[in-house]
Each structure stands twice: as structure tokens, then as C-alpha cells.
């Protein structure tokens, strides 16, 4: 069974960075799509980013002009720039990636933003 390992959160200050990073534990030969999600204590999760391939992403109005998704064919990872982070991006980032019509998500990696 596909995993999604997810990787890179932590405890930051406002304005500052992180790189998030998930790839599964075996190889997916077919990959359509890869994403980000989060939750905030007490919300719905919500869309961050989507990326199907360089030149085909869409971020949240939220995190337009702060957030790069990006992907890296060869090792089956995406990944997320994080800049200019704020207190109100606090929350479990999830990723996943559709695979031949099946939706696969990571267990979910904690950022904390301190203002």
C-alpha cells in the first residue's frame, strides 16, 4: 500500500521559511497530480497548491506571491516553499497526489508560526 511520507515542518517566527517535502514509500509509475492541504486547530482542511506539472499550478488566494509548490519527476516528490510566513499558517499541512484515479494522502506535518 502507497504511503505519503511528509517532512520539513516545524516551529517558526513570522517571516520566516520552510520547505515541505512528501514522497511515497514506493514508487507511483503514474502520477496525474500532487498537492498541498492544511488544517488549522478547530477548521476545515483546505486547499494550499496543486501542481500537474511546471508550468500548471494553482495556489489559494492565501499563500499566492508567498508559496512555490514544485515537483521533482525523477523521485516522485513535491514540494513547498514556504516565505513570508504568518502566524495564520499555523496548521497540519497534508499532502497528496492522485494516482490513476486514486487519491493518496500523507499523514500530515505540523507548522507552527510564532508572532
Known amino acids: 500500500q502507497v504511503q505519503l511520507v511528509e517532512s520539513g515542518g516545524g516551529l517558526v517566527q513570522t517571516g520566516d521559511s520552510l520547505r515541505l517535502s512528501c514522497a511515497p514509500s514506493?514508487?507511483?509509475?503514474?502520477?496525474?497530480?500532487m498537492g498541498w492541504y492544511r488544517q488549522a486547530p478547530g477548521k476545515q482542511r483546505e486547499f494550499v497548491a496543486v501542481?500537474?506539472?511546471?508550468?500548471?499550478?494553482n495556489y489559494a488566494d492565501s499563500v499566492k506571491g508567498r508559496f512555490t509548490i514544485s515537483r521533482d519527476n525523477a523521485k516522485n516528490t513535491v514540494y513547498l516553499q514556504m516565505n513570508s510566513l504568518k502566524p495564520e499558517d499555523t496548521g497540519v499541512y497534508y499532502c497528496?497526489?492522485?494516482?490513476?484515479?486514486?487519491?493518496?494522502w500523507g499523514q500530515g506535518t505540523q507548522v507552527t508560526v510564532s508572532s
Open positions: 501542481i500537474v506539472s511546471d508550468s500548471n499550478t
Open positions: 497528496n497526489v492522485l494516482s490513476d484515479r486514486v487519491l493518496y
Open positions: 514506493t514508487n507511483i509509475k503514474s502520477i496525474n497530480l
